[in-house]
């Protein structure tokens, strides 16, 4: 396939933004793609936008231009082509205030297709024969000014999306998956920005081997510690590093002065009311309720729905075995722990649903069990 050459734009004003908009608002679909610093802040900061039809490309800078009056193009019948769009979805919903109604993203479809390479430069290599150049990827897109060489870089990635896409398009519609892409999209959509801060303290694996006690402390101060790092915008590192968090956490301190001293100074310069909310978490997670304490995916092997799990597990990679998926896309291992908990998780995507979700609800009921038969594993149902 032919190298795309379109010319590109870059916008650093709100009226000139709006005057593009304006002109491209009667095309079916566009691409759109960001660029952003990560480790700085709570938040990524987005630090460029790149969308793109198939005749231009605007680089627009977020830090000039009005975001909102994407707001338009975001509620039109339009279809938003995207790569990775749980990286990307996140920010623009901060920038814009919206999301777009109808999404493509294409590391989806590619793991709807069971493609080895679910990457861009990867899909680019398998289905354009085009060589992606990645090497301004790990560049600070904060600094101004962008060099030309940085803008040529941003918008090649997102022009070729449009080929990448009809590639997919194709193969979708023969394995007769396009339905189920765009309930992914879907599901994509409904889920962005939410967030489980009870679940936040599970990075800390030291924590997981302690007592009931510490692992409901962890549970609080390190939410709390989210919600902190989250209203300054900064890293949560910079209000209590992890390896200080784990030792309050593990002895803790007696008092609020004493917890103080332990923080000494933080590169977040925490205030008299942030210092009250974390020996508040200290002190509520002493009498909170057990039933409270959200354990870490682990521990569910351990209990009494151990079995069920792996049961499940093997159900689940025999089946991605016959859609030839990855079985972790089709149900990840946390996925699955949800599930047993009767929590909200992809398996309930209809697709997934007709495709092992059914089978294991089955399972969990206990209404059925695992029969292997020559080559064959079948669930069969018992009264």
């Known amino acids: 396939m032919s190298h795309r050459e379109v010319a590109y734009e870059y916008v650093t ?31 990524a ?81 398998a289905l354009l024969d085009l060589e992606l150049d990645k090497s301004e990827q790990v560049r600070d897109w904060t600094i101004r000014p962008i060099p030309e060489r940085a803008l040529d870089y941003a918008a090649n990635d997102v022009i070729h999306l449009f080929d990448i896409t009809d590639e997919l398009t194709r193969d979708l519609i023969f394995c007769d998956r396009l339905e189920a892409l765009h309930e992914e999209c879907a599901w994509q959509l409904a889920t962005v920005g939410h967030t489980d801060r009870e679940m936040v303290w599970w990075k800390a694996k030291v924590l997981h081997r302690g007592t009931a006690l510490e692992q409901m402390r962890a549970q609080y101060f390190f939410a709390a510690r989210d919600d902190i790092a989250s209203r300054l915008n900064v890293p949560r590192n910079a209000v209590v590093h992890q390896d200080s968090a784990i030792e309050i956490i593990q ?20 205030s008299s009311e942030d210092h009250q909310l974390l020996w508040a978490a200290i002190e509520n997670s002493a009498s909170a309720p057990a039933d409270e304490l ?31 998926i990855s079985a972790n896309f089709l149900a990840s291992h946390r996925d699955l722990v949800k599930f047993f908990r009767h929590e909200p998780t992809r398996l309930d995507v209809p697709w997934r649903r007709s495709a092992v979700t059914d089978a294991l609800s089955l399972l969990r009921s206990g209404s059925a069990r695992l029969r292997v038969l020559g080559p064959e594993l079948v669930l069969e149902t018992h009264p």
């Open 13 to 43: 004003s709100s009226g000139r933004f709006a005057e593009i908009l304006a002109t491209y608002a009667d095309e079916p679909r566009y691409a759109i793609d960001s660029e952003f610093l990560q480790n700085k802040s709570f938040v």
């Open 45 to 125: 900061r987005l630090a460029l936008v790149q969308i793109a039809w198939p005749s231009f490309i605007i680089l627009v800078d977020p830090f000039s231009v009005d975001l909102g009056l994407l707001t338009d193009l975001f509620a039109s019948g339009a279809v938003a082509i995207l790569h990775a769009g749980s990286n990307d979805l996140p920010l623009l919903l901060e920038a814009v205030g919206s999301l777009p109604r109808f999404t493509f993203d294409t590391e989806l479809a590619a793991q709807l297709l069971g493609l080895a390479s679910t990457s861009l430069q990867g899909l680019a290599a």
């Open 251 to 270: 002895r803790p301190p007696a008092t609020l002065a004493a917890l103080v001293s332990r923080l000494g100074r933080t590169p977040a310069q925490l």
């Open 294 to 324: 959200r354990v870490p995916d682990a521990d569910v092997a351990d209990g009494e729905l151990g079995l069920l799990l792996t049961l499940a597990k093997i159900y689940v990679r025999y089946t991605a075995h016959q859609w030839r």
